[in-house]
């Protein structure tokens, strides 16, 4: 049975395009399915779900939105009411990828649909913007976006190439979908940075070993949130959170924040977790020149000509030790904290630029003083990425999976 690709988008604006877009869908044997998301003008062809119910699913009537002719509102609307569409419809076996086209309001709209789908549903947007900051469409999401090159505003011979080189996108994307095996393992969310490979490449062995499957996440802001979403989303059986330095980022202004919200989802959930404050020595900035100007007299290293990174003070570490402790203060499931007594990161050891033995002391003793008690702490006298560190850390993971869950391997 043909696989079916949902088209969402504007049919009043911009008809003729997503009529060329169906087109080119079915032409390679698949379903299409079409959304209508416009609101003032008439559709330029019959679509399969229409605008009204959108609008219903976004919580308003259209004719209100129609009546009204409030632009913000009808996106607000719209923007609410696909992604519930989308969600439906997968539910439904009637989606088995999206693509949608549009400039700055169109891409609200569907990528709003498309975050609403779950990880591994080809999502293409064929977009104005795409070269630009992306993040907020995208999300956690994995979302492919296509620069229009042309506006989406009518066919000629530059957006015919574009739309049907998406068509053709979609549809291979779709039509070749890893085959789902029936021997998926468990997974682990492990958290990494360049600063601390060594150590999250020996633990993924362990894991490895004892039938789990790592997924790695670099400390990027985006990595982090990544991981927290697929921790809520149910994927995740445990968490080794080796690279927390993200929060450093998050206190001081830096460029790979990964917002309020990191080390939430697995103490909401109950996911069994080993915590470390990987590169919390260290604030990420871009080159020298957009470093803030208070930051001026501090201690950087230049990781390379577009990273500088700054050193993080006493002050600044007890702050974030007071945070992981009211964060994992919450956890429902099992917790602990590994301490490298000897450095937080590559940079932090005797010799190095980033060793400053105080700073990371001020971090232990106020988690110690505002962690529960019956939160473990285990103190190494070694560095992050020393195998006897990052060994100990895996195999407390295990132990805390396998209260969970003895059947497990």
């Known amino acids: 049975m043909p696989r079916t690709i949902v088209i969402l988008g504007s049919l009043d604006t911009k008809g003729v395009e997503f009529a060329f877009l169906k087109t080119e869908v079915e032409r390679r044997g698949f379903n299409a399915f079409v959304v209508d998301t416009g609101v003032l003008g008439r559709p330029a062809f019959l679509p399969d779900l229409g605008r009204e119910k959108v609008a219903q699913s976004g919580g308003t009537a259209l004719s209100i939105l129609v009546d009204k002719k409030d632009r913000g509102e009808a996106m607000e609307v719209m923007t609410r009411g696909a992604a519930v569409v989308a969600r439906q419809l997968h539910s439904e076996g009637k989606c088995d990828g999206i693509i949608s086209m549009g400039g700055g309001g169109g891409t609200v709209i569907g990528t709003s649909a498309m975050r609403a789908l779950p990880v591994g549903v080809p999502k293409l947007m064929v977009t104005t913007i795409a070269s630009g900051d992306v993040s907020a469409y995208v999300g956690t999401s994995d979302i492919t976006m296509l620069p229009s090159i042309v506006d989406v505003a009518g066919l000629n011979r530059i957006s015919r190439i574009i739309i049907s080189n998406a068509a053709g996108a979609i549809c291979g994307m779709v039509g070749d979908k890893a085959a789902q095996s029936s021997e998926d393992k468990p997974l682990i969310a492990a958290s990494m940075f360049g600063n601390t490979t060594p150590a999250v490449d020996h633990a993924r062995g362990i894991l490895e070993k004892e039938g789990y499957e790592v997924l790695v996440f670099h400390a990027t802001g985006t990595g982090g949130k990544t991981m927290e979403s697929l921790i809520r989303d149910g994927y995740i059986a445990g968490v080794l959170d080796i690279t927390t330095t993200e929060w450093a980022d998050e206190i001081c202004g830096g460029v790979l924040s990964a917002g309020p919200d990191r080390l939430n989802a697995a103490a909401e959930t109950g996911v069994p977790q080993v915590v470390v404050p990987g590169c919390i020595d260290m604030c990420n900035f871009w080159a020298p020149n957009t470093i803030p100007k208070k930051y001026q007299e501090r201690l950087f290293y230049a990781w390379n000509p577009n990273v500088t ?67 473990p702490v285990i103190e190494l006298d070694t560095d992050i990425n020393d195998p006897v560190f990052s060994g100990k850390a895996a195999e407390t993971l295990l132990t805390m999976l396998r209260k969970e869950s003895p059947l497990r391997p």
Do not use: C, Y
Not at 309 to 335: D, H, S, W, Y
Not at 347 to 353: A, H, Y
């Open 309 to 375: 990174l700054m050193r993080t003070t006493p002050e600044e570490n007890a702050q974030l030790g007071r945070i992981f402790a009211e964060k994992l203060n919450r956890a429902t499931g099992a917790v602990a904290v590994f301490i490298p007594a000897k450095g937080f990161s590559q940079l932090d050891l005797e010799g190095k630029p980033f060793h400053w033995p105080d700073a990371n002391r001020a971090f232990i003793d106020t988690l110690k003083a505002n962690l529960r008690t019956n939160i």
